[in-house]
């Protein structure tokens, strides 16, 4: 969701309709209180499903063993069938965990609207297909009921995916890395100061005749104390 189409609405819609179904609802939160969330549920949906206000590590973790619930050959167990829906707030996060949570669904939804009126825009990737999308017009009463109103068909054709489309890491840069014309000529003709060139080279290496050399002449002071066979003995070491 967004700023401007908030999806907690939603959610909690969503919670209800499986409540009311008798399917057992679990409610792992990191963000409300299990009092704000509760809210504006009647007694009859509130006494179906449970709460649990963990922290974001506990939750990540309590996701990870439901993902891996049906990996047991040798459980004669039946399986009990598991879905889990997952709000993100877009805005709050990079677009490293957005990507992140994206590759792992089945069906994302993306909401935004026109005027009063909100609109679910929905993404469906399975397994060797082609994504399909489709555009869901909703209505939200005040008991969390959902009511659907009209929609685009389901379609097939390809639909802009931001995971197939790299991020460019310099987008919100607050300097510019790009050098202009001007700049890049005045770069490529500097010359560093550790750098040779082939002129100081040859200055260096073939000094012409009668060219002045260079002598340092020194005079020991009164106070110099030089031991040829200890001359570090002034550092004290």
Do not use: M
Request: negative net charge.
């Amino acid at each position: 969701d967004s700023v401007e189409w908030e999806g907690r609405s939603l959610l909690k819609a969503l919670v209800r309709r499986a409540a009311l179904r008798g399917e057992r609802v679990h409610v792992l939160g990191c963000e409300v209180s299990e009092e704000e969330f509760r809210e504006g549920f009647d007694s009859g949906t509130n006494s179906r499903w449970l709460l649990l206000h963990l922290p974001c590590t506990t939750l990540c973790q309590t996701l990870h063993a439901l993902s891996r619930q049906d990996s047991r050959p040798d459980d004669s167990s039946p399986v009990e069938h598991v879905r889990v829906l997952g709000l993100l707030h877009e805005e709050l996060h990079g677009p490293g965990p957005v990507e992140a949570v994206s590759s792992l669904a089945q069906i994302e939804v993306t909401l935004s609207g026109s005027g009063d009126q909100a609109s679910a825009h929905i993404l469906c990737r399975r397994p060797q297909h082609h994504p399909t999308h489709k555009i869901q017009w909703f209505t939200i009463l005040p008991d969390f009921s959902l009511d659907l109103q009209g929609g685009s068909p389901l379609k097939s054709q390809p639909h802009p995916d931001p995971r197939t489309h790299p991020v460019d890491p310099t987008t919100h840069l607050t300097f510019n890395l790009h050098l202009s014309k001007k700049e890049k000529e005045a770069k490529d003709s500097l010359t560093l100061p550790f750098q040779f060139s082939s002129e100081k080279q040859q200055a260096l290496l073939c000094r012409g005749l009668g060219q002045a050399t260079s002598h340092i002449f020194y005079e020991p002071d009164a106070y110099d104390d030089l031991d040829q066979e200890d001359p570090d003995d002034d550092l004290d070491i």
